[in-house]
């Protein structure tokens, strides 16, 4: 399996543009999450899907972010307009499905984005 | 009460030593905890993880000691070796009605250089 595929790797981009990164999660999975991760905040849940429905938004920071999931195999986040502060490096993550605490998530190798 | 507290935030420690990383946390839900070991430029990936109802896993040269009354836990790496410097997270997890509907709750991070 080639596990966990995300696109693009490094994304620079000036501050105002919209930014979409994507996700193929792992096939057979049926949770997938979106993490951020700063030097500050650590890794930071963003939202998470169920059966490509969101269960958990709550770490979405504003409403300048949004992710969707329009099938079992694909997923995206967008950051409308992206701002410095943005920067990152955001993860996609899935695992077989959330129904334990104890289901182990697997992670993608990361979306290094920057925001000038 | 969702936080789970990680120390320290760096160690060095020589070829051959034990290094020891140090987590707490409060949520009382909590019955999973999971540490992580991420290397540069990848995502975290599960090394080792424990339920509450033991008080030490171990795992080749790592090991989860938890002390529930304390709410805490840790990771001991024995003859640490240079191959397992990378940046470790520890991680908390309770079950869906325990309010966070299973999601992983991160630690900082601890970045581990192991001294040839």
């Known amino acids: 399996d080639a596990g966990v595929i995300q696109s693009p790797r490094h994304e620079v981009t000036e501050m105002g543009q919209e930014v979409t990164l994507r996700c193929k999660p792992i096939s057979g999975h049926n949770s997938l999450f979106w993490y951020r991760q700063t030097m500050m905040r650590g890794l930071e849940l963003l939202i998470y899907f169920n059966n490509n429905v969101p269960i958990d938004d709550s770490g979405m920071p504003e409403d300048r972010f949004s992710a969707k999931m329009p099938n079992a195999s694909f997923s995206t986040l967008k950051i409308q307009p992206s701002e410095p502060r943005d920067s990152a490096v955001y993860f996609c993550?899935?695992?077989?499905?959330?129904?334990?605490?104890?289901?182990?998530?697997?992670f993608g190798p990361g979306t290094r984005l920057t925001v000038l | 009460q969702q936080q789970v507290k990680q120390s320290p935030q760096s160690l060095i420690v020589q070829k051959g030593g034990i290094s020891i990383i140090n987590c707490a946390y409060e949520?009382?839900?909590?019955?999973?905890f999971p540490w992580y070991q991420q290397f540069p430029g990848k995502g975290p990936a599960l090394l080792i993880a424990i339920r509450p109802d033991v008080s030490e896993k171990k795992e080749g040269r790592f090991t989860i000691s938890f002390n529930k009354s304390a709410k805490q836990f840790s990771l001991h790496i024995m003859d640490s070796q240079p191959g397992d410097s990378a940046t470790y997270f520890c991680?908390?997890?309770?079950?869906?009605?325990?309010?966070?509907?299973?999601?992983?709750?991160f630690g900082k991070g601890t970045k581990l250089s192991v001294k040839p």
């Open positions: 949520n009382t839900a909590f019955d999973y």
């Open positions: 991680a908390a997890s309770a079950n869906w009605d325990g309010g966070s509907q299973g999601n992983l709750i």
């Open positions: 993550a899935s695992s077989p499905l959330q129904r334990s605490s104890t289901d182990t998530q697997y």
